[in-house]
């Protein structure tokens, strides 16, 4: 009889709870009765909330009975805010909630919710700092997702790019000061990501992927909005942190691989307050990891804090800290000589085994950064608001740098070491204030921002020269005869920091510092003729200021540029297919220069105009079938022109008027066909020639920062639904890319790294509170090469194993 009653009991205990809740739910489409898939919809006073699918509706149960709001968010549409009153055990149904346009930006506060298409998320405020959703943007951009990283367990920033069409690893992180981060082609340019949410944000080092919520490169000449100081001719690439949001919970993850990988990660996020205004979250990981090599190794940690604080409806501050330790040797390149012919034309004359280093693990390089930023938004009207933003970044090198240079001296392929030890440091400010504005004239919507810009950067160098340290063949063979010296000599230089130490205590140690500022005013303008039909128009007004070494104060210069863009946009079916083109803007300030033989007579200064780069752009952007096919296709012409180039019949004298054309196509589609199956993947095709230029050293060839003519890139990810397989997960990708040139001049001839396609597969366990997943890369064991000048071997197979806790 007890044991009856404590049964009744409880099932009347979990009756009385359970009837003390309840479900609110709805449907949200636009003014033009679409449904709208992916808004952001929240219970405010609680943790509740979710995201619309792909036919708008939403439902959130486990509501206490009461009264409520519903707080409603979308990109590119005016927050909404509904009363509701929920009664105990009901569902109450909203019905069809409308949203309608207009320019309010969201805060980085996201509200975790299952997405259909996982490997697409076009939404973001920073791209064209306003809140314009990619089917009516002219510019063309990819972004990497977080659940695309996770998907993959990428544990390093170069193994996430490989996501983004059209872009190619050329080097590697170095960590050496002023230019220690990676490297990448992009639309036949050079660039490093040096934006982190939207502002200047740098490193020496390597980014951990792990507090990465996604990665956004933007494509083409992008000055207009972001200036020259942290984009190229091809682009920018722009880091989006994880952000505080609406909800209590967090991760703890393990990854264990080949080479002695280990990284724990932690995500841990909060309110602080009775009222959900404020909110803080935490991202924090530790890593090492061996080379596949016979030396080399990298670790890190990092914490990174973020507190986001609602004021009011109009007023709101984020803040955003990252503090990064990193240690690693520099990765292993062999430089090629740029000036005479190379005595190897490919890997199979070269002869290179590439498990040697040619390093040791006492050779290391430390990189300290810090990156902040503080954001306010306040609402100045309906169709105005301001946003202040403040960053500043610090980022230092120290320790040991060496490198394998081809002089072609002592002939068989051998490469000279040389070393110095890195003491550098370089900080930077920005400040931005922006005015966005969501009006109408004429009946004419208009979506504008009009903003000020003052940028700063200060280089300290008080690093050692770099001395000669023994030579290497690629097999592996040594000697200490320096080709600088007419004895042969036969010295011993042992990797090990005391040997280095006295070598390097008769090079003299640097002492520059040099300073520049630079100020912008900008404004875009996004003007809808129709719905169907806009234009974007652009402009900025940049004016450099160069204090040079602070020790000379005859190296200062300033340069006044203006940088336009213009686009137009037109959507046959609205808000699903849209066919765009544009005309871009980039620019390089250019510093003076010293001309004329001292040795016959005084040198005069010689100015320069900023080089420019003039891209035009057309393409089709889609999305279909309820956002579950995501496509862009597009076609590009860049032509630099302005370019400076010492004179070849004179080292003492510079010439500008050189010319690069760099064209090409690319295609990248998100597609989820079914539930449960997502795909990425892209292809680009680019032509780059130095068209014009009094050098023919370089004329009417290929630039080696172009990389690969042709680059593509798979990845698709299946979890089952249903049945007894409910949960388990197979993922499964390439990466590849045609030959491209590590050297190509008039004088060294051609040298020519072969073509590669990389398999990798991954299978998975996902449960609602953790996930096992299994990841293996370069599946077949392909040996393959990078490089920029240079031979950069890349890891062979690994196999990585991964599990994650959610709580």
């Known amino acids: 009889m007890k044991k009856q009653l404590t049964i009744i009991l409880f099932f009347t205990l979990n009756i009385l ?3 003390q809740s309840g479900t609110v739910k709805g449907i949200i489409k636009d003014y033009n009765d679409t449904s709208l898939f992916g808004v952001n919809v929240s219970v405010k006073t609680t943790t509740k909330g979710t995201q619309t699918n792909e036919s708008g509706i939403f439902e959130i149960s486990g509501i206490k009975d009461g009264n409520y709001v519903l707080a409603i968010s979308y990109l590119g549409f005016k927050t909404k805010e509904v009363a509701f009153t929920l009664n105990s055990n009901e569902t109450t149904d909203l019905g069809t909630i409308t949203l309608y346009e207009g320019d309010e930006i969201l805060d980085e506060i996201v509200i975790n919710g299952n997405r259909t298409n996982k490997f697409s998320r076009k939404e973001t405020a920073y791209v064209s700092k ?44 170095t960590g050496r000061g002023g230019d220690g981060a990676g490297y990448y082609s992009l639309r036949g340019f050079s660039v490093q990501p040096e934006l982190v949410n939207g502002l200047p944000g740098l490193t020496n080092g390597t980014i951990n992927p792990a507090n990465i919520e996604r990665i956004e490169v933007v494509k083409g000449p992008s000055a207009t909005l972001f200036g020259n100081s942290v984009t190229s001719y091809g682009g920018l690439i722009n880091v989006v942190t994880k952000k505080p949001y609406v909800g209590n919970g967090g991760e703890l993850s393990f990854t264990s691989g080949t080479y002695g990988l280990n990284q724990v990660t932690g995500d841990f996020n909060t309110a602080l307050d ?27 940690f990092f914490v990174a804090p973020s507190l986001s604080y609602k004021v009011s409806n109009k007023l709101s501050f984020s803040f955003y800290g990252e503090i990064t330790q990193a240690e690693q040797t520099n990765p292993t390149f062999l430089f090629l000589n740029r000036s005479e012919p190379t005595e190897a034309a490919n890997l199979k004359e070269l002869n290179y085994n ?36 403040l960053s500043k970044s610090s980022t230092s090198t120290k320790g040991y740098y060496t490198y394998l240079f081809d002089y072609l001296v002592l002939g068989g392929n051998t490469f000279s070491r040389f070393l110095n030890k890195q003491n550098a440091n370089t900080q930077t400010t920005d400040f931005q204030q922006n005015f966005i504005g969501d009006f109408k004239i004429a009946s004419l919507r208009n979506r504008m921002v009009v903003g000020l810009d003052y940028f700063n950067a200060t280089e300290t160098n008080n690093s050692t020269g770099y ?8 097999q592996g063979d040594t000697s200490g005869d320096n080709p600088f010296t007419p004895d042969v000599e036969t010295d011993s230089y042992p990797l090990s920091t005391s040997a280095v130490d006295a070598v390097l205590a008769s090079q003299a140690i640097g002492n520059a510092k040099s300073k520049y500022h630079i100020y912008s005013v900008y404004a875009s303008n996004v003007l809808n003729f129709t719905q169907s039909f806009s234009a974007m128009i652009g402009l900025r007004l940049d004016r450099f200021d160069n204090e040079g070494s602070l020790a000379n104060p005859d190296d200062d210069y300033d340069q006044t ?9 037109f959507q046959p079916i609205l808000n699903k297919l849209s066919l765009f083109a544009n005309y871009q803007n980039g620019f390089k300030n250019v510093a003076p220069a010293l001309v004329g033989d001292p040795g016959t007579g005084p040198q005069t200064l010689k100015t320069f105009n900023p080089e ?17 096919l995501n496509a862009t296709v597009s076609y590009y012409d860049i032509k630099v022109t302005d370019r400076v180039i010492t004179d070849p019949d004179s080292p003492f004298n510079k010439i500008q008027g050189g010319e690069v054309v760099s064209r090409g196509f690319e295609i990248e589609i998100n597609a989820n066909p079914v539930n449960g199956l997502n795909i990425r993947g892209g292809f680009s095709n680019n032509y780059s020639e130095t068209t014009k230029s009094d050098n023919a050293n370089i004329l009417n060839r290929r630039p080696l920062e172009a990389g690969p003519r042709n680059l593509y890139n798979l990845w698709a990810n299946y979890e089952f639904q249903e049945g007894s397989l409910d949960g388990f997960g197979l993922g499964l990708g390439m990466n590849g890319a045609s030959d491209r040139f ?66």
């Open 17 to 19: 709870g359970f009837s």
């Open 130 to 173: 306003l809140a314009l959703k990619d089917i009516e943007n002219t510019q063309v951009y990819s972004t990497i997702t977080n659940e695309l990283l996770q998907s993959q367990v990428v544990t390093n920033f170069d193994d996430a790019l490989k996501n983004a069409a059209g872009v190619e690893n050329l080097w590697t992180s």
């Open 561 to 569: 540029t203006f940088s336009p863009k213009f686009g137009l946009l």
């Open 467 to 474: 001395a000669f340290y023994g030579n290497v063949t690629p």
């Open 274 to 300: 009775k009222e959900n205004n404020i909110y803080f979250r935490l991202n924090t990981s530790y890593a090492t990891e061996q080379s596949f090599q016979d030396a080399g190794f990298r670790k890190s």
């Open 612 to 628: 420019q780069a003039n891209q035009l752009e057309f393409g089709v952007k889609t999305n279909l079938f309820n956002s579950r």
């Open 742 to 807: 590590a050297i190509n001049y008039a004088s060294t001839g051609e040298f020519v790294l072969p073509s590669y396609t990389i398999a990798n597969t991954s299978i998975f366990y996902a449960a609602d509170k953790y996930t096992i997943s299994l990841k293996l890369n370069n599946a077949f064991n392909k040996e393959y090469y990078k490089g920029w000048s240079t031979i950069n071997p890349q890891a062979p197979r690994t196999l990585l194993a991964n599990v994650t806790y959610r709580f």
């Open 354 to 389: 590439n498990k040697l280093s040619f390093t040791s693990n006492d050779l290391s390089l430390e990189n300290p950064t810090q990156n902040y930023r503080i954001q306010m938004d306040y609402k100045l009207s309906d169709t105005w608001q301001s946003q202040t933003l």
